[in-house]
């Protein structure tokens, strides 16, 4: 298929939600897309200044000084002591990798890319694009023969959902017999909140009592956007198996995909700077506080959302009629359905608005029911 078949982008369906929100009283409370609105930490902002004289190209590969920050990070961050810097590289935010890796892995048609049942649609749209067939399971033991690449998302978005030691290792397990390269999308890894991930790191797919001892056909996919408010510098990167990793830096060198200069010198400082992200998900937590119990209180059920960005949240109905009841009271969620069929009376609300909206979004929840 071509990019001309693609469906329109899903969240013009929102717009109509969107304008009821709009006209509460109070203002709109914006939860539906999770797009940071707390400032870029000082310390990176300074960094990206320090590096604009980039007269010259960037390397695909990343810098030395940016590929061990990587390393390191992994090592203090991830419990993943033993990447070397031919494990690592940049990307352009972690959505361009997303939608480009079955290209980049040069699947087509006949091909099977698996996906999380409840998933990120981005992981369709570049199975669409390069062709091959998409398949939504959860169940390691369903995954199909003939599947290709296979995507988990742990801490999950939307759900929040996060895989286990045991789970990944199984994952691993059934990727290998499969023959299937298995990419792992970590992005909220530091946003860990219930469960374990009250007190323990989120593993990764390369956590070494995961991988079996080597790092063969994996990947671990993450970004700054959320940790270090970096969305809109498109800064992340991916590690995992030196072999894979090889053939996406050959392909992306010929199609041009790097990420600016200042760009790599500014991830450098954020990735060896934990303070700034220690201090972000306490603003995030704060706010998660104050607006899981005003959703509780107003008739939803949270599920999953232990750890991520996000609250999973149902009344047992249908989302878009949920949708309709929160825009009433100004609020503005994302629908289930957007994250696949098995979704249908889900909403997703997410955790980048100020304090103060949050608050104002959770008095309107419970004066619903008052």
């Excluded at 203002?27 to 940071?36: E, K, T, Y």
């Excluded at 609105?37 to 390397?59: G, N, W």
């Excluded at 940049?90 to 699947?107: N, R, W």
Aim: glycine letters at 10%; hydrophobic letters at 40%.
């Amino acid at each position: 298929m071509s990019v001309r078949d693609l469906a329109d982008y899903p969240w013009d369906a929102v717009t109509p939600f969107r304008e009821r929100a709009a006209a509460h009283p109070g203002g709109i409370v914006d939860l539906a897309i999770g797009s940071p609105v707390d400032p870029t930490p000082e310390i990176i902002r300074r960094a990206l200044s320090e590096a604009t004289d980039a007269h010259s190209y960037p390397q695909t590969v990343g810098t030395p000084a940016l590929r061990e920050a990587i390393v390191e990070w992994y090592a203090r961050r991830r419990g993943v002591p033993d990447l070397r810097v031919d494990n690592v590289m940049p990307t352009i935010g972690s959505k361009e990798l997303v939608a480009l890796l079955p290209t980049l892995l040069g699947l087509g048609p006949g091909d099977v890319v698996v996906q999380p049942r409840v998933a990120y649609p981005t992981y369709a749209v570049g199975a669409q694009v390069a062709g091959a067939t998409v398949v939504s399971e959860d169940d390691p033991a369903l995954w199909p023969e003939g599947a290709k690449l296979i995507w988990i998302n742990t801490p999950g978005n939307p759900d929040g959902r996060t895989w286990t030691v045991p789970e990944l290792a199984a994952a691993v397990t059934r990727a290998r017999e499969l023959g299937a390269v298995l990419a792992s999308d970590e992005c909220y890894a530091e946003l860990g909140w219930d469960g374990p991930w009250a007190t323990e790191p989120v593993p990764s797919v390369l956590d070494p009592r995961v991988t079996g001892g080597t790092r063969s056909g994996l990947l671990s996919v993450y970004s700054l956007s959320k940790q270090s408010n970096l969305a809109g510098y498109r800064a992340a990167f991916v590690a995992g198996c030196a072999r894979v990793v090889g053939e996406i830096l050959t392909a992306r060198k010929h199609l041009g995909l790097m990420p600016p200069a200042p760009v790599q010198h500014a991830m450098e400082v954020a990735l060896r700077d934990d303070e700034h992200v220690a201090a972000q998900k306490e603003l995030y937590r704060r706010r998660r506080e104050v607006l899981r119990p005003a959703l509780v209180d107003a008739g939803f059920r949270i599920d999953g959302s232990e750890a991520g960005l996000y609250l999973w949240a149902t009344e047992g109905r249908d989302a878009w009629e949920s949708m309709g009841r929160l825009a009433d009271l100004g609020i503005l969620a994302g629908p289930g359905p957007f994250y696949g069929d098995h979704s249908p009376e889900h909403v997703r609300l997410s955790l980048t608005a100020p304090l103060e909206r949050v608050e104002a979004a959770a008095a309107r929840l419970r004066g619903s029911v008052s």
